[in-house]
């Protein structure tokens, strides 16, 4: 959930509105006076209206917003003119974006999850008539696995508000994913599967997006019917505010697979096993589009999603997302073309005008299997017009200009940034913009039609995304301090020369990082060593992305700023970034714990882990003011619940993903760095081993790690069942907490005495 907005200033009654029909073109500014003539006469645009009333608590009698009808790219035009601000635009998401742009610009706006900071002034200075224009058609923005990492326990108060973020970041091609189930039970029933096979298909509440996309089935399950019935209903409110902005939402077809009891309601048809996906016990199972009963099926599926929500435009069809079509070498090409083509026909067949969506993630996840014959092949047969691809991530891999832009299909170029949930502070502002700019201007860009943001997960650097949807809009403009500034002044209400130095740092050292390499490094998931399953083979491991020494010097300067500089959010900020630091100094403060007991230099490997035992516990305490933690994720996943049987599936479910996941590979895929999970979980777990090692040190043996090993698979797994200690009370003074961690710091770096 969001943190209480902050008070108000000079926020008062209603916000004049309208619709100016006549069109305009697209470069010519318009007068305010004539915007407000118009606006007097029509009014479209009572969503927006109701978001920014939502957002700042009230409607400004200062600003007038007015929706223009015509056929241009989406633009929007603010102007400021005798204390009053006036913006148009041509669609509602252009609408809150300028608005909103414009406001943070002028430091009277800042929204983000953490919390919201709301300055709105009495009179606007005056600006000149100003157009934008988007640079993309599509701005996409969730990825399907946030389904999973963020939202499984989300209802219609915590989607709103994300509704809203989108709006006012200019989202207007969501990927909306809840609801499903209800169409899959139905269609599963239609098709003969028992409700006693059901019961075994459908995976927990916390794992559905691995269900939809194949990878799983009947992980952690049941999925309790209230479960499903609730997504039903909310994903009717979700769309419904939706079509309000004008979005067009991604929602999901059927991609081939199917419950493991189709193979004996239809024998004849072909269905194959599929390869056990990432150290899973059981295969899922996919039906071939070749065969008559795939069209039957994915045919059904769309009626019946369309009469429960309604038709759209873009649909998600990925078959092989992290799985490989089973094709025969021999004909490898003309399998995979066949593949594509069944599949465009089985979405074409009941909704001609629809567009299939794929994620092309696949094409470099599996780059060994997707060479660029066997990509061409797989999108020769579908129309150029007819398919998408949500070219996902770019911040590590470049398929697209392999690719020449996707043979002319149409595609959006995007980032992932945020993988598994996971929230170590990083993000490349340079990077983002010059990417964009690359794809903008290559040769072999092809049908490039839109921008995307598609994280895992959310919650975590607000300024990452913020910057990476201004690019949408402002793709080429330059990156330096002063949009940070701008930033910084609307998130904090002010500026200082030493707040500047210290985000200058701040930036440096990680947001100038394009990917966070340790959250999987040689197969091993988790943002630090901390988070990961303890093992002699982060020995080897040389450090995370960006500049420790610079961040500990921001952190050190944002800690020491005088009193009436201090903000909520920066305090938020402050904590982020000393929680960061402070968990790559634990993981050194490990390694070198290690190393010293694997040489049989006891005390020093005491000194060392119990140094960072200190700073685990300090980090722990400085981390419960922050909006989620292990007590939040567990105690929402509760409540999500109407019975104490379905309560503790569900707080199961969410202590299993942030934990030991699935599979033999996944394990903290989606760890976090929480308040709870640092005392409770990754401590216990390192002691564990850290006593092992001592214990074989001691005894001047080598470490048995198989045993080892088995011993942290009993305690994960005893883990999951026992109660969690009560959260403790955030510290008072965050920057004194902050400071105290500094020092723990600086007295880990001091030479060892008396060994």
């Known amino acids: 959930m969001y943190l209480p907005k902050f008070s108000l200033t000079l926020v008062t009654a ?49 600003v007038h917003l007015v929706l223009v009808q015509d056929s241009q790219p989406d633009w929007y035009q603010v102007e400021a003119k005798d204390g009053q601000l006036y913006v148009s635009a041509n669609a509602l998401t252009a609408l809150s974006y300028g608005t909103y742009e414009y406001l943070r610009q002028t430091g009277a706006l800042s929204v983000s999850w953490e919390g919201s900071r709301v300055a709105l002034p009495a009179q606007f200075a005056d600006y000149p008539a100003e157009r934008v224009t988007s640079l993309f058609a599509q701005r996409s923005y969730l990825n399907v696995c946030a389904y999973g990492y963020s939202s499984p326990w989300w209802g219609w108060d915590r989607w709103q508000e994300e509704l809203d973020w989108m709006a006012l970041h200019g989202v207007n091609n969501p990927v909306a994913m809840e609801g499903q189930e209800y169409i899959w039970q139905q269609l599963w029933h239609e098709f003969g599967v028992a409700d006693t096979e059901l019961a075994s298909y459908f995976s927990g509440p916390a794992f559905t997006p691995w269900q939809r996309m194949g990878n799983i089935e009947g992980h952690e399950g049941p999925l309790p019917a209230q479960y499903i019935q609730k997504k039903r209903a909310l994903q009717k409110q979700i769309l419904k505010r939706m079509s309000d902005y004008g979005m067009k939402p991604v929602v999901p077809a059927f ?36 065969d008559p ?31 490989l079509p089973p094709v025969s070498e021999q004909h490898r090409y003309q399998d995979l073309a066949g593949y594509g ?10 909704a001609p005008n629809a567009v299939w969506v794929m994620q092309g993630w696949m094409f470099g996840s599996d780059q060994h299997f997707w060479d660029l014959p066997s990509i061409d092949a797989f999108l020769s047969r579908v129309p150029d017009q007819k398919l998408m691809i949500h070219d996902i991530g770019n911040d590590r891999f470049d398929v697209w200009q392999k690719a020449k832009g996707f043979y002319n299909k149409q595609w959006v170029f995007g980032f992932i940034h945020n993988y598994g949930g996971s929230n170590p502070v990083y993000a490349d502002l340079d990077y983002y913009r010059d990417k964009v700019a690359v794809a903008m201007q290559h040769p072999d860009k092809g049908n490039l039609t839109g921008y995307g943001v598609f994280p895992e997960g959310i919650h975590s650097n607000s300024v990452a995304y913020e910057f990476m949807f201004d690019l949408a809009w402002q793709g080429q403009a330059e990156v330096t301090l002063s949009w940070l500034e701008q930033y910084l002044k609307a998130r904090y209400g ?10 200058n740092k701040v930036y440096k050292a990680v947001l100038s990082t394009k990917y966070w390499e340790p959250r999987w490094w040689e197969g091993s998931a988790g943002a630090y060593l901390l988070a990961k399953r303890p093992s002699l083979e982060y020995l080897r491991y040389t450090g995370a992305p960006g500049n420790l020494a610079l961040l500990d010097q921001a952190v050190r300067e944002l800690a020491a700023l005088p009193v009436a500089e201090r903000s909520t959010l920066l305090s938020y900020d402050l904590v982020d970034f000393a929680r960061h630091a402070a968990s790559q100094h634990i993981d050194m403060l490990l390694q070198h714990s290690m190393l010293a007991y694997q040489q049989h230099k006891v005390a020093e490997g005491d000194l060392r882990r119990q140094q960072a035992k200190q700073l685990m516990l300090a980090t722990d305490a400085l981390m419960a003011s922050q909006q989620e933690s292990l007590f939040s994720w567990v105690a929402d996943a509760r409540a999500y619940a109407d019975n104490e049987a379905d309560a503790a599936l569900y707080e199961r479910n969410a202590r299993l993903q942030v934990s030991r996941w699935g599979g033999n590979k996944l394990k903290d895929y989606a760890s ?12 216990p777990r390192w002691e564990l081993m850290l006593d092992e090692l001592k214990m074989a040190a001691g005894q001047g043996k080598v470490l048995d790690e198989t045993k080892v090993e088995q011993k942290l698979l009993d305690f994960e797994q005893a883990w999951l069942d026992q109660p969690l200690a009560t959260p403790l009370v955030a510290p008072a003074d965050p920057y004194a907490a902050v400071q105290h961690i500094q020092q723990l710091i600086s007295d880990s770096k001091a030479p060892p005495s008396n060994l």
């Not at 239809?266 to 599929?274: C, D, G, L, V």
């Not at 009626?303 to 992290?322: K, P, T, V, W």
């Not at 002010?494 to 985000?503: E, V």
């Open 672 to 683: 976090k760095a929480w308040h709870g999970l640092y005392a409770q979980y990754y401590l």
């Open 293 to 323: 009963l795939f069209a039957k099926v994915a045919k059904r599926f769309i009626e019946l999603y369309n009469a429960e929500y309604g038709a759209q435009q873009y649909y998600l069809m990925d078959a092989f997302n992290e799985m």
């Open 341 to 350: 083509e069944a599949l465009y026909q089985s979405l074409a067949q009941a």
């Open 14 to 62: 209603a916000v004049l509105s309208g619709l100016l029909s006549a069109c305009q073109p697209a470069a010519e500014a318009q007068s305010s006076e004539a915007v407000v003539a118009a606006a007097e006469q029509q009014s479209g645009v009572q969503p927006v209206l109701d978001l920014f009333e939502r957002v700042t608590g009230s409607q400004p009698t200062n």
């Open 255 to 290: 991609s081939g697979y199917v419950p493991k009891e189709f193979k004996t309601l239809f024998p004849q048809a072909k269905i194959s096993a599929m390869p056990k996906w990432s150290g899973f016990a059981h295969e899922t199972y996919w039906l071939d589009p070749a």
């Open 494 to 503: 002010q500026t200082s020369p030493a707040l500047l130095s210290a985000w």
